[in-house]
């Protein structure tokens, strides 16, 4: 019987789009390739920015820097995107997959900004859209959810999704270093961009949250804001303050269930207790924590970045499609469940750490305490510290409404006592699973 062929085309040899090649063409896997796509594997096209840069493993006569004529060429059955960002990206891939073509992409903000029109048009069309390198990298997460765990009510999922800021949490962590030391040193070793908005300020989470969240919930991918905190606000002393109580500081995104139909969606820096399991996730290392109804606790971890890691991803979805264009069917990329709700971050209680540089007098204490009160955030611990200008109250607050903290917040800021509020940050309690 003669084995099928698959063309594949490919929109960018950058970090994945090069190591994906590389796997691709990788002669000693050749039949364990061949095995799990039921077919051959070819690369027919490539296309770059620059095709007269030298591109190891890539043959020159491959490459072109017309994106959009690729991806309405005839003789392709598979696109992949890796070229990034939402324009012009989304071009490429409408025009693969209004003709049939499968398409498989590494590319969270466009998934993020317009995944739910793109599955629409892929499942009208009778094509496959996989796109698993698009949250924690070489983690497959999202065909676990996907597939695994599709018939579990999952409750929860919470995950470290950004290396960068992970990387800048843990060395703050580690070493004791304030938040521009440890973020300069992640620019330097190339973990971080020149512009390291993106990830400081928690976009990139919050994108890989909407993504986790349509594959475990249901919600759609339609490019809505979702509540979001970066961590550019952290300092030394807040993460002093975790690690003498049991915590460490990461930045989360969390996607889980309010009542029945409710959902919240948002990425925020957390106090995660040492013993969770989450809290062990160092460096530039991705995991993503989910509880499911009769599943329990679940954690994949992993490299969540990287050219060969993410590449393992793009091709295991490139085996996919192959396999499906050779069985002469496509996936459903998600379901939409129409009765959730979102909820907003102000209607979620939980604890929090919150910090104020105070005055140095007597009365102070009891001036603050006395806010807290009328707002009913009720405080589990207090910590007083330095002398002067130094002077500082550290307060565990019992589990709260976040918009009467917020509330709390905005009146301290007005107390005569109160010189600034160093800061405000969520704790996962102990007690939680
Ligand atoms: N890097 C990671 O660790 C990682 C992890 C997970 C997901 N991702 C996702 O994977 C995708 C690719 O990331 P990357 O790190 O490989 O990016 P990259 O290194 O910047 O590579 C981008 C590639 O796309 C090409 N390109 C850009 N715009 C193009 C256009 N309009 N037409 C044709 N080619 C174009 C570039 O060509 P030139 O080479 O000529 O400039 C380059 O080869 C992104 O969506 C990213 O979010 C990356």
């Not at 039949?31 to 840069?53: G, S």
């Not at 349509?214 to 807040?238: K, M, N, P, W």
Request: proline share 3%; charged share 20%; aromatic share 4%.
């Amino acid at each position: 019987m003669n084995t099928p062929k698959i063309r594949v085309g490919v929109i960018g040899a950058g970090n994945v789009g090069s190591a994906f090649v590389e796997l691709l063409s990788d002669e000693s896997r050749h039949v364990a390739l061949v095995d799990a796509a039921m077919a051959t594997l070819e690369v027919v096209a490539v296309a770059v920015r620059d095709p007269k840069k030298l591109r190891p493993g890539i043959a020159p006569n491959l490459l072109s820097s017309d994106a959009l004529a690729l991806a309405n060429r005839e003789d392709i059955d598979v696109l992949v995107e890796l070229s990034g960002g939402v324009d012009p990206a989304r071009t490429y891939v409408e025009a693969a997959l209004s003709r049939g073509v499968s398409v498989v992409t590494a590319n969270k903000a466009l998934m993020a900004e317009c995944g739910t029109e793109l599955a629409e048009l892929a499942n009208k069309n009778g094509a496959d859209l996989f796109y698993e390198a698009a949250v924690g990298g070489g983690i497959p997460i999202l065909r676990s959810l996907r597939t695994s765990l599709a018939g579990e009510r999952i409750e929860r999922v919470m995950g470290i999704v950004n290396g960068t800021t992970n990387f800048i949490l843990s060395k703050m962590t580690s070493e004791g270093s304030d938040y521009a030391v440890a973020l300069a040193e992640a620019q330097a070793l190339g973990y971080a961009e020149a512009d390291p908005s993106a990830d400081v300020d928690a976009f990139d989470a919050a994108a890989k949250v909407q993504i986790l969240s349509s594959l475990a919930f249901g919600t759609e991918l339609r490019g809505e804001q979702i509540a979001r905190e970066g961590i550019t606000g952290v300092r030394a002393i807040d993460v002093d303050f975790a690690r003498r109580n049991g915590y460490v500081i990461k930045l989360v995104g969390v996607a889980e269930r309010v009542g029945e139909y409710g959902l919240s969606r948002r990425a925020h820096p957390a106090m995660i207790p040492l013993e969770h399991p989450l809290a062990s996730v160092h460096g530039a290392m991705n995991a993503v924590f989910v509880e499911g109804t009769k599943s329990g606790p679940l954690m994949w971890l992993g490299q969540g970045a990287g050219g060969e890691p993410t590449a393992t991803a793009v091709l295991g979805d490139v085996l996919y499609v192959a396999r499906n264009r050779v069985s002469g069917r496509h996936d459903v990329p998600f379901s939409v469940d129409d009765r959730l709700v979102s909820v907003e971050a102000g209607d979620i209680r939980s604890v929090f750490y919150i910090s104020l540089d105070v005055m140095d007098e007597p009365g102070v204490l009891a001036s603050v305490a006395s806010v807290f009160g009328s707002h009913g955030v009720s405080i589990q611990s207090m910590e007083q510290s330095g002398v002067g200008d130094e002077a500082r109250l550290s307060f565990l607050t019992h589990e709260a409404l976040t918009k009467n903290v917020r509330a709390t917040i905005a009146a301290l800021a007005n107390l005569a006592a109160v010189d600034s509020i160093g800061a405000c940050i969520r704790v996962i309690d102990k007690g939680a699973p």
